[in-house]
């Protein structure tokens, strides 16, 4: 475990040259966490791609020219009974394992709160850990009566206010990106030759 002073990290907008570095960072960061192998970094790959992407909210945490953590943003959408509200989502969040449990990633989480507030956007919602999150402000989607897109609720399912009141009785379902959903096995294990 590196130590350091929050001083000593700089966050700031990713790069275009900074992707394969990222996506090398991310694959460390979950590798065999969560399920054998991984599959963040190749989502970091698509999302680029994809049309749901917020590059705006994309930040990078850098540590003596290094880069230890990144923050990725999408746009979600919750479905209620009278229309269709956007709200974003964030995900993957990783910081490089050596640099784990030292507060890089509530950096991050604070960085681009902050951010998405100025840019006018009116909540996050995510699936995320209901232990952690709650710090940073997140609370159940039950309490707002959101739930997931088959109408059950999800302790893992949070949300967070960026205009209040904004999810005051807005009952709903929760669409993610489908760019978080199904990715193909084969592509992702193309993808990760390269890492290896």
């Not at 953590?69 to 995900?91: P, Q």
Request: contains cysteine.
């Amino acid at each position: 475990m590196n130590k350091f002073a929050s001083q000593d990290i700089t966050i700031r907008d990713e790069k275009e040259n900074d992707f394969f570095l990222v996506e090398k960072m991310i694959r460390q960061a979950f590798w065999n966490v969560y399920k054998p192998e991984c599959d963040e970094h190749y989502l970091t790959h698509i999302l680029r791609l994809h049309g749901d992407y917020i590059p705006e909210l994309t930040r990078v945490a850098v540590f003596q020219g290094e880069i230890v953590g990144a923050i990725f943003y999408a746009k979600s959408k919750l479905i209620c009974k009278d229309r269709t509200y956007e709200v974003i989502t964030f995900g993957p969040l990783g910081v490089d394992p050596r640099f784990q449990r030292q507060g890089i990633g509530a950096m991050l989480m604070r960085e681009t709160i902050e951010a998405a507030k100025n840019l006018g956007y009116k909540a996050i919602i995510i699936y995320g850990e209901p232990d952690y999150y709650p710090r940073f402000g997140f609370q159940r989607a039950e309490a707002y009566n959101i739930t997931q897109p088959d109408r059950t609720y999800l302790d893992a399912l949070m949300v967070y206010e960026l205009e209040d009141e904004f999810l005051q009785n807005k009952e709903g379902n929760f669409e993610i990106s489908r760019v978080y959903l199904n990715f193909n096995k084969p592509d992702v294990e193309k993808f990760d030759r390269q890492f290896q």
